[in-house]
């Protein structure tokens, strides 16, 4: 399989500055919901966080902060994640963000047939694209690293740059890449959460 890395550690300002991964939500927190969706598609899991190791110690899970020093956004955690699957000896790895608790099952397998050389393959929806989640060759770790220190941060433009291959996810009735920004989301998610488990 393939290993993945979640991401998290967003300041989640308009959460009021809580870690998004860790809201309730149905019967646990949401980290609860990535983990439980991923660990069908992927293995191992890897959580990255530049907070307290500590808070993610239920999970059982491997927890590794930024290999770059500073709040340097979502892009910081693609080389942590490439660097890390590299010691695995995997040649990709799997990233999302962590407060996407609605992953398709077929997240994976879709991003690993989509797959051409060394190039990554980021999801999109209906409503444009996810360059968080996405499939990334760990060779491009040195050349993201380099770029992150040139002052890029924004994933998409990158992913651009290394001509990323694009998979459509369609949205339907329920987004796959629902994430939480705000209190509003965070209640949306917690009422879909109820329903998938009556």
Request: aromatic share 6%; hydrophobic share 45%; with cysteine.
């Amino acid at each position: 399989m393939t290993p993945a890395a979640i991401l998290t550690g967003g300041r989640a300002t308009r959460l009021g500055g809580i870690e998004k991964c860790l809201a309730p939500l149905g019967d646990g927190v949401v980290l609860d919901a990535i983990i439980r969706i991923l660990t069908l598609q992927a293995h191992p899991i890897l959580i990255n966080s530049n907070g307290a190791p500590d808070m993610f110690s239920c999970f059982g899970t491997e927890v590794r902060r930024d290999v770059l020093a500073g709040y340097l956004g979502p892009m910081a955690g693609l080389p942590t994640a490439m660097h890390w699957a590299r010691r695995l000896g995997a040649t990709h790895v799997i990233t999302v963000p962590g407060d996407t608790p609605f992953l398709p099952l077929d997240l994976v397998i879709r991003l690993q047939a989509a797959k051409i050389g060394e190039r990554p393959v980021i999801a999109a929806s209906d409503d444009g694209l996810y360059p968080v989640i996405g499939l990334w060759p760990v060779c491009l770790a040195t050349t993201l690293e380099a770029d992150l220190s040139a002052g890029v941060r924004a994933v998409h433009r990158w992913a651009a740059g290394q001509v990323a291959t694009v998979v459509t996810f369609a949205a339907g009735n329920a987004h796959p890449f629902a994430n939480l920004n705000t209190p509003e989301d965070l209640a949306r998610a917690q009422m879909r959460a109820n329903t998938r488990n009556r």
